[in-house]
Each structure stands twice: as C-alpha cells, then as structure tokens.
C-alpha cells in the first residue's frame, strides 16, 4: 500500500474522494466537481457539437455520479470515469429527443473566431476545422463518442469500454473506421 | 490500405503493443512511407479535433453556481429506504432567506383514485434541466421519502414539479425568480411556492394541514381565499365521512393542475385557527426547528443570538446537511453583531470542518484578513 502510495499519491486520493462521495460526504463530491467540471463540459461539446447543451449533461453527470460512485474501481481514474458517465447520458439524451448533433449549418455558426493569425493561415485552419466538425457529425454516435474520448479526451480503450458498457475489441473497431474516416475527410486533399 | 502493418500503428498509439512488438514496428515506419505517414496524420488529427471546439472560460460566479446546484440536486437525490407502507406524508418547508411570501394551495379538481407506481429519483438521467438552485430538498436521516424532482419550461417559466407519494421531505426555497416556480404535487392537492417558511403535512396522499412561521400564505380552495400571517394556521375539517365520496374517483393525471374543488364538492373546509396539531406528526424535525429558529433571529437582525443558535445547530447536527451552511451563517452573523474576532474564529472552524465547503474562499478570506489584522490592533 505504501508503494502504491508513491506510485500513484492522486489516484489514492481520488479513491478516498470516491469511498467519502459513497458515504454520503458530498463535500467529495464538490471537490470532484470542481477538478473535473471544466473537462466534462468539454468532453460533451466535442461530442454532441453543442454547447447549449454542455451544462445540463454536466450537471446530470455528477448528479448522476453520487449513484454510480458504488460502481467505482479505485483503480482507475475518476476523470474518465465521470466522463463515461457523461457519454452515456449524451447517448441517453440523443436517443430520447434526437438532440446530440445539428449538421453543416449549425455548425458553421459555432466555429471559433481566432484573431492572431494572418488571413490566409486563419482561412487554412478554419477550413480543416471546419471539415473535421462536419465529419465528426457524420459519424454514427457511437463512433463519435469513442472517437472523442479516445482521441481528444485521452481515455483508453479499456476505459472507454468499461464506460459505454461495450467489449474493447469493440471499441477498437469503432475507432478504427472513425479515425479512417476523418483522416479522409479531414486530410484527404493532403496525403 | 497501402501496408498491412497500418493497424499496428494504430495500436502503438493506443498502448496496445508489447515492448517488442512496439520496437518491430518502430523499425518498420522508419522505412515505410505510408505507416510514417499514417501516424503523421493521426497526430494531426488530435490536434485539430481539440481545437475544432472550444469553450469560453466560465466566470467564477458561473463556476459556483453549477457546483452549487449539484450538491443540492445530489443531496435531494441521496438514497433513502422507501417502503410505501407508511400512511401519513408530511411535508416541513423551512426557507433561509423568506422575503414576500404568496403560498398558493389549490386542491385539483378531483382526487385520483389510483395513486401513482412507486418511483424513485432518477438521478441524473431522467432530468433534462437542471433543478432550481434556489429549492433544496432533503430527506433527513432516519426520515424516508419517496419522490422525483423534474424541471420543465412551461410558457416560458422554469417550472420544477416535487412529485410526494410517500414520506417526508424538507424544503428549502429561497426567493424564486419571476419566471421560475417550483410546486409540490400530491396526489390530490398541490402547493405552489414563492419563497416562505411554512409546514405542510398531508396523509395518505391527501393535503392535511398548513401553518405559518414567517411571512403570509395565501390557501385557495374553490371560491375561498384566505391569507394567514406568521403564526396562523388552518387545517381541512373532515365534514362527514360520506362526503368522501362526492368526489370522482378517477381523473386524468394532467388535470391534477387544473381547477379547484368546487365548495358543494368540497369534503374539506378552511378554518382559521391559531395552532394546528396535526394528529400524528404536529412539529417539523427538532433539525428543522432549531435551523429554522436560528434563521429566524438572523432574519430579525439578532445576530449575536443568532449566531449562537447556529453554533449550537452546528455541534448538535453535525450530520445535517445544512451544518455547513449553518456554520457559514455563524461568521456571517458575527461579523454583522460586530463580533469580529468570534467570525474569524468562526471562519478558521468552517474552514477545519469544511475544507473543500462552498465557501471556503470567502471564510479563507475573512480568517486571513483577521489574521492580518489582529497585530495592528494589539499594537
């Protein structure tokens, strides 16, 4: 335990976070909150392309989190944790109300302005991001949600699998054909 | 595919190599265009998928108030054993901060017969709104409650439905905003609030009493109105056991909202009275009474008996949830009576109780700056 105790002092603490959080200290679960909320919220935008919506998943994620702390492997990270739960409810909700991702046009309107670069570069770069948007939104949502948390959220595959309740050769097939295609899509013209 | 060792790129990113494995391949895409490239693009992949969506910093007040909101849906949602056995339901409401009270009891139009499935609180998935942070509700220990908590807009108001079909809750709700409502539903009454401190108790699903410990509420049954002020209560008088049945024994659930119970249907009366005992559960939880007392001298602008009715809610209800709120109220109370090294005091033990609290930052604050401070003044 000590080893491990110098191996890995944060994931002790995140696991002593988790027991309190199931005990019913929800001061654990205000300190988890403030660690994590800004990545969750992220992690929903990239993954329903929708930032009306970030705050609501990310409050029902930790909501829903008090619950799911019972499920817990002390052994992992709660950060990929908390987003697996957020994942899952972004399924929940695009399934519920078809709600998740608004293509090609409303996606235009939310591409981010950055003023420190030429024109030309800006013109350059707001093309490629623009084509990765659209074809992350064509992506099936499953793909999507594992591409993103694999690729841009930083999850591993065993993570993601234990997250979405899926069999990891799953999850590497899903990122296999979502990272094919935005690699056609997005660098097609390059490579 | 050009190589047929691309998957194997794919599986070094991802840690899925073994150390050997890992080094064959190494060796390979240094002689092979089309795996260098791959990985090439991968790279490039991720960095343009980070920066395709980006999020503007939330304000800290933004940052607080999310958070704020998930401890309070979270510590309304905390697992409570639920048996439906229990006849009587009663409700105690304590408000912390009651400004202009209007407390609507409209009794629907008819009873429902047939009381809802039992239903538990789907903690974060049945929500599609987060609940209103000015309400919070808790099941006190050795209570039991059996509720859900869902939050609709509805002609542009914000409006959270408590659906009560078995236990006790305690309710806390702070001004509401003008386009927000927040309303307890039974199964045959409901009751609308505005921001107050009161008491209501219903049995067997059905609205059984209602008294006032601050600001005024108004009950409206039919075409009776009455407003009681702090101190009144009233209570339904069962006329005759037979009138039971003069109301409809099913409806549909959606018009639980709509209409009051006509006067010649009304199997109950308004009567003012100066106390209601309710038969079998009169008094709110001793919790709720001293919290609620305590709020009360702060209200009032006693502060230095507020602040130590505080101090003592906190010592003897350690556990509530509200002890730490509680013990904030105490540095607040004593810097308002002007009992400025009692609050610094009262800060550091926030801060020792309550080291990750909500308001650490302002109890850290004003525990520093009376540190700081406190050598001057001995000078």
Redesign the interface.
């Known amino acids: 335990m000590r080893a491990l105790a110098r191996e890995r002092p944060e994931r002790l603490d995140e696991a002593d976070l988790m027991r309190r959080l199931t005990e ?1 200290d ?6 988890i ?2 660690r994590y ?2 990545d969750v ?2 992690f929903v ?2 993954a329903t ?1 929708r ?1 009306d919506v ?3 998943v ?10 799911a702390s019972k499920r817990y492997d002390p052994e992992h990270a709660v950060r990929a944790f908390v987003i697996g ?1 957020a994942g899952k ?1 972004v399924l ?2 695009r399934r519920r ?1 078809a709600v998740a991702f608004r293509v090609l046009g409303e996606l235009r309107d ?1 591409l ?1 302005t950055r003023h420190d670069r030429t024109p030309e570069v800006e013109a350059d ?1 707001d093309q ?2 623009e084509r ?2 659209r074809a ?1 939104a064509r992506l099936s949502d499953a793909k999507r949600l594992t591409v ?1 948390m ?3 959220e930083g999850l ?2 065993p993570e993601i699998a234990r997250a979405l309740d899926l069999p990891v050769g799953t999850v ?1 097939t899903r ?2 054909h979502a ?1 094919r295609a ?2 056609d899509a ?2 097609g013209g390059e ?1 | 595919m050009s190589c047929r060792m691309e ?1 194997l790129v ?2 070094h990113r ?3 190599l073994a150390a050997g494995e890992a080094e064959s391949l190494e060796r390979h895409v240094r002689a092979c265009r089309s795996c260098r ?2 990985r090439r ?2 790279g ?3 960095q ?8 503007p ?2 304000s800290r007040l933004d ?1 607080r108030r ?2 704020l ?3 309070r ?3 309304a ?3 409570t054993a639920t048996p439906r056995s229990a006849r009587g339901v009663w409700l105690a409401a304590a408000a912390a901060a009651a400004m202009s009270v209007v407390l609507g009891v409209e009794l629907a139009t008819d009873r429902i017969a047939s009381s809802p499935p039992p239903q538990r609180l789907d ?3 049945a ?4 609940i209103l942070e000015a309400v919070r509700v808790q099941v006190l220990p050795g209570e039991r409650a059996d509720y859900a908590r869902e939050v609709a807009f509805d002609r542009g108001l914000r409006v959270e439905r408590l659906r009560l079909w078995d236990g006790s809750v305690d309710v806390a709700v702070d001004a509401l905003r003008a386009d927000q409502r927040f309303i307890v539903v039974t199964t045959d009454a409901e009751v609308e609030v505005r921001g107050t401190r009161f008491s209501v108790r219903a049995e067997a699903g059905a609205l059984h009493g209602v008294s006032v410990r601050e600001g005024r509420v108004e009950v409206r049954r039919g075409d009776q109105h009455r407003r009681l002020s702090a101190g009144d209560a009233w209570q339904p008088r069962r006329e005759t056991t037979t009138s039971e049945g003069t109301l409809p024994d099913r409806v549909p659930r959606d018009r639980m909202t709509r209409g009051s119970v006509p006067a010649d249907e009304a199997n109950v009366a308004v009567a003012p009275v100066g106390k209601v005992a309710p038969p079998t559960r009169p008094d709110p939880p001793p919790a709720s009474a001293a919290f609620a007392a305590a709020m009360a001298e702060l209200e009032a602008g006693n502060y230095g008996e507020a602040g130590d009715s505080l101090q003592r809610f906190v010592a003897g209800h350690a556990d509530d ?1 509200r002890a ?1 709120d509680a013990a904030f109220l105490v540095i607040v109370a004593m810097l308002r009576a002007g009992r400025h090294a009692e609050a610094a005091v009262a800060a550091r033990a926030y801060l020792g109780r ?5 308001r650490r930052a302002e109890a850290s604050a004003i525990a520093n700056r009376r540190e700081k401070t406190a050598p001057r003044a001995t000078e």
């Open positions: 019913g929800l001061s654990a679960l205000g300190t909150y403030d909320a800004e919220r992220l935008v990239r392309g930032r970030a705050d609501d990310t409050h029902d994620a930790f909501v829903a989190l008090v619950e739960i409810l929940r909700r109300a939310r981010v770069e490629q991001l990765y948007r992350l993103v694999a690729d841009l591993t595959g590497w990122l296999h990272r935005l690699r997005v660098l490579t | 998957p794919a599986a991802d840690g899925r490239d791959l693009d991968m490039r992949l991720e343009v998928g980070r920066r395709a969506f980006e999020l910093e939330p940052r999310g958070r909101e998930v401890l849906a979270a510590a949602a905390r697992p903690v974060g998935l929500p599609s709104l987060p949830p730490e309550f080291p990750h609290g909500a």
